[in-house]
């Protein structure tokens, strides 16, 4: 093939990427790389499948002819070198001389982040068709896997909405709803837990099939500081990571502002704003799969129209903790923008030097990049020693058990799975255990998702007066801890005598029914899956009840909360068994325990408009997983006339302020301010929303109200509940994004089929206090913390203004109830250990 033959883009696109207020459409991009590889044999695109929303999801390679057609040997070469287990010092030298450097890199994440997915066609333009040292030196040494757009979906919402406006005095605005169906802007905080497809393919690459030695993800942030963020980060450091690979990432992140400098792109930061800390989205959880992990962030314009900035408009990041206190030339910072207009063709321009630096570093030194990729691996490995973590089959919920193994799976863990009983530091494990050793390359990852941890408390995270720096998130993304899964570490996993298989495909999710009976089936309450069959069951008119005290059933004990299921659909029950891993047990008689029937309710769920509400949108996905039957609510709709009780039995408000879901509360004026998107787009529920909300529950609907949403319910129906939390400085209490021990009422239907302790994700969120009235009564505590050592993993400062205070409150309304969830129950479809609560409140 000959390379004159490439249509350039700005031929195909009919003008140049970047340019003032034209942005090229998903659609369009997909086309233009189909045609590249037709006319090139230096790419290959594959489909990995649909999007969220299905929509086509690319993956592209890009290297030499001769690279291509034996991309399967490389990708073998190259998987040897990251899991040398076995391999010699000199296989190991031969393997790098013999290999290339895996590059990857990703665009298009955040939607509204329209640079990047802008800039991808472009810059695989010049790799396709430039003939000088440097480029060939790439095509040969390099196999660059490229993501075009790791969010499809957002970029058709955003490109559609920006057309729409185009010339009007909406130009620009952003998009008033989120830019993933579920996620919006925390699809980036899901790689370690994958719910969404996109995260899983992007796993399938980066921690299955090809373990880069480098993963780059391109970015935007807000428009009045530095023009330009690259690697490395700042402080805290984050632990678990071989330290090459921080070293690796100044590497990179040098070379990349060199030749920013180089080709005179001002206004560019290294070493600031963005810490090595931070949530697992795939550029912060890649580096503890031995991959330098890192972003780039360029500075926003209004979408694909300039913006313009006054000099004096430029900021730095206030203090000192993010290395950048102020607007002025620092070693990390030398050479300041000016000011002016700010344009999408200067963020293509930059992001692109940026890729190409990176691709070119990796090019020139990919021997040493290949041997690093070794020893980072074997390091790690000899670092686990004979430790280990061990999961025992049987807990609370084990199917969660079983889905928490998977998608450590997923993240290519080594696991074993015990064939016998087996000892292990004086203790008896059966078989089934799940073994995971220290011993392997991912050791590092391992740590990270299983150990207890402790965000650093110390000058970095401290301001200068002594009040806690907030974390860029989370403070932990301790999964097990999320999950609601007890894993055990262990200091020498080996037993002479165990025999263990390792686990190559995901474990099966299987139940059974046992035993057959005329008188009924009795499932599981502690299982979270158990909702999904209870709202499938539902769904067909089956009969299902709840048993309200501990039953006995084929010699296994069932605490309240127990399901029974009367039918004779012998076969279908069978089915759902297979299907959900529910097993169903067979009643030798007619069950005398008390027991109510389940009601499967109206439920509607409060959308508001302004960018979205996340946790709206992950409170979505979680219903959709378990089955639950529910109906978006727009501000309209909870105004309706009529009454929102004639339709609804429970409406949830998910995590927000009061401000975000109120909106304007006084309507006259309404015209006279200054609004940044279109009037139909302009949220809030108002005096009017208010007035509805409360009479539903006057009238006996259930209002439930999740972390913030609190605040909202407890002023706006003058509940006799105060927030202690409410206007402590952080210096008397800090907590962020943390997991805390808690009591749970399990006596009570809110808390059926939890555990007695347990863990709740805390983060701004409320604690409450009941205030003495006649009514004290009416106000049920459900979820108390206990009077000490309430920390599990993250940050906790000032541990006694929560100390034995409730967490979750359900406080009787009028006839019906508002519940207050003083945590994140259901926090990015992550917090499998809470999720019954929630549940619980959703089934009558």
């Known amino acids: 093939m000959n390379q004159q033959q490439v249509i350039s883009p ?51 390679f890009i290297s030499s002819p001769q690279n291509l057609a034996n991309l399967a040997h490389l990708r ?35 939607a509204s982040e329209i640079g990047s997915t802008q800039m991808a066609s472009e810059l695989a333009y010049d790799l396709l068709t430039k003939t000088d040292e440097q480029t060939q030196r790439i095509l040969d040494n390099v196999i660059f896997i490229m993501f075009p757009c790791l969010n499809p979906d957002g970029q058709i919402m955003v490109t559609d909405w920006y057309n729409k406006y185009l010339s009007t005095e909406y130009e620009g605005c952003s998009l008033p709803w989120l830019y993933h169906k579920y996620a919006g802007h925390d699809n980036n905080r899901d790689a370690f837990m994958m719910n969404l497809v996109e995260s899983r393919y992007v796993a399938q690459i980066l921690f299955q099939e090809w373990h880069p030695q480098v993963f780059q993800d391109h970015h935007e942030m807000g428009g009045y500081g530095a023009r330009l963020y690259v690697a490395p980060y700042c402080e805290p450091i984050h632990p678990h990571a071989d330290p090459l690979v921080w070293r690796e990432i100044n590497w990179y992140g040098a070379h990349m502002a060199y030749k920013l400098e180089e080709r005179g792109k001002t206004g560019v930061i290294n070493a600031a704003l963005f810490p090595a800390w931070s ?59 000016e000011g002016g207009w700010w344009r999408l063709r200067d963020i ?72 016998q009983d087996l000892t292990v530091d004086g203790l008896t494990y059966p078989a089934g255990t799940y073994v995971i050793p220290l011993n392997q390359p991912k050791s590092g990852v391992i740590k990270t998702l299983l150990e207890q941890t402790f965000f650093p408390d110390d000058a970095w995270t401290r301001q200068g007066d002594g009040s806690p720096n907030r974390p860029y998130d989370t403070a932990t993304d301790t999964i097990a801890e999320f999950m609601g899964v007890d894993v055990e570490s262990v200091e020498t996993l080996v037993d002479k005598n165990a025999a263990c298989t390792s686990i190559t495909e995901p474990e099966k999710l299987t139940g059974q029914l046992v035993g057959e009976s005329k008188f009924g089936y009795l499932f599981d309450g502690r299982l979270n899956d158990s909702f999904k069959v209870v709202n499938q069951l539902l769904e067909e008119g089956v009969k299902v009840m709840r048993v309200d005290q501990v039953v006995t059933v084929n010699d296994e004990a069932f605490p309240l909360g127990a399901f029974v299921v009367s039918t004779d659909r012998i076969p279908h029950l069978k089915t759902i068994a297979q299907d959900s891993g529910v097993t169903f047990y067979a009643l030798e008689e007619v069950l005398q325990a008390e027991q109510h029937e389940i009601q499967q309710l109206r439920v509607g769920m409060y959308q508001r408009y302004r960018g979205g509400n996340m946790d709206e949108g992950w409170t979505r996905l ?58 139909e787009y302009r949220s809030g529920i108002g005096k009017a929303g208010v007035k509805a909300i409360k009479q539903f529950v006057e009238d006996g609907g259930t209002l439930i109200a999740l972390n913030q949403a609190c605040e909202f319910a407890i002023e706006k129906l003058d509940l006799r509940v105060i927030n202690v939390l409410k206007g402590k400085p952080s210096k008397e209490f800090f907590c962020p ?85 003083g945590f994140r129950p259901q926090h990015r479809a992550q917090i499998h250990g809470t999720f019954k609560l929630l549940f619980n409140a959703l089934i009558g």
Not at 35 to 52: C, F, I, R, W
Not at 304 to 322: D, E, F, I, M, V
Not at 771 to 791: A, C, G, H, M, T
């Open 622 to 679: 979680v219903l959709e997983q378990f089955g639950f039957p529910y109906q978006t609510l727009k501000d309209d709709d909870i105004r309706a006339e009529g009454g929102l009780r004639q339709h609804f039995d429970v409406l949830i408000l998910p995590n927000d302020s009061t401000a975000m879901i109120v909106g304007k509360e006084d309507e006259e004026d309404e015209e006279s301010k200054e609004y940044d998107v279109p009037p």
């Open 737 to 821: 994004g943390s997991t805390l021990k808690t009591h749970i009422n399990t006596n009570h239907p809110l808390a059926y089929g939890m555990p007695e302790e347990a863990l709740i994700l805390f983060w701004d969120s409320p604690t409450f206090e009941v205030l003495p009235s006649r009514f004290n009564e009416k106000y049920e505590l459900i979820v108390q913390y206990p009077e000490k050592d309430i920390l599990q993993s993250g940050w906790l400062v000032g541990e006694a203004q929560i100390a034995e205070r409730a967490a979750m409150i359900s406080a009787q309304y009028g006839a019906g109830r508002v519940i207050l969830f």
């Open 279 to 337: 949530h697992l989205g795939f550029h912060w959880l890649g580096n503890f799969h031995n991959i330098a992990s890192m972003l780039t962030e360029s500075a926003h314009a209004k979408l694909a129209t300039p913006l313009y900035l006054h000099k004096s408009q430029l900021q730095g990041n206030a203090g000192t903790l993010r290395a950048f206190p102020h607007y002025k030339p620092q070693t990390n910072f030398p050479h300041p923008w």
């Open 348 to 419: 293509v321009e930059q992001q692109k030097i940026s890729a190409w630096g990176l691709l070119d570093l990796a090019a020139r030194h990919k021997d040493t990049v290949l041997r690093n990729a070794y020893l980072k691996a074997k390091r790690q490995t000899e670092r686990g020693q004979q430790k280990g973590y061990l999961i025992r089959p049987t807990q609370h919920d084990s199917l969660t058990v079983v889905k928490l193994v998977n998608n450590l799976l997923s993240q290519g863990i080594d696991i074993q799975k015990a064939q």
């Open 10 to 60: 700005e031929a195909f696109f009919g003008f140049q990427l970047g340019s003032d207020r034209k942005m090229a459409h998903w659609h369009k991009i997909v086309e233009y790389f189909q045609l590249l590889e037709n006319e090139s044999d230096k790419l290959q695109v594959v489909d990995m499948g649909p999007s969220t929303e299905g929509h086509p999801f690319l993956l592209v």
């Open 76 to 110: 073998e070469v190259n998987a040897k070198l990251t899991d040398p287990r076995g391999l010699s010092e000199e296989e190991a030298s031969h393997l790098a001389d013999e290999g290339v450097a895996v590059i990857c890199q990703s665009m298009g994440l955040h």
